[in-house]
């Protein structure tokens, strides 16, 4: 799954993850933190953040507009192979 995502100064965002995945959320404007109240963490443009236990990404926005992608995908326990710029799954 892939979203992008724009969120009011303020808003909040949550999304399901099926059980299994894993999720990298990647601010690109303003800043947000992710996790749920107890354990939010603080991400600024250009940072990413992963998630990989829980059962939905949570997102939320700080005083200003925050757009960030979600990426979610279940891992693939295969081994990777990565030569310069590209990354393969060798089979």
Do not use: C
């Not at 999304?15 to 963490?41: D, F, K, S, T």
Request: no cysteine; glycine share 12%.
């Amino acid at each position: 799954m892939f979203l992008d995502v724009r969120l009011p100064g303020g808003g909040h965002f949550v999304h399901p993850i099926a059980q299994g995945h894993n999720a990298l959320v990647y601010i690109y404007e303003g800043q947000a933190e992710i996790g749920p109240m107890a354990e939010r963490h603080p991400l600024e443009a250009h940072a990413a953040g992963v998630l990989s236990d829980g059962d939905r990404v949570e997102v939320h926005a700080g005083q200003e507009e925050a757009a960030f992608l979600v990426l979610v995908a279940g891992p693939l326990r295969e081994p990777i192979v990565q030569y310069g710029p590209f990354a393969v799954v060798t089979k």
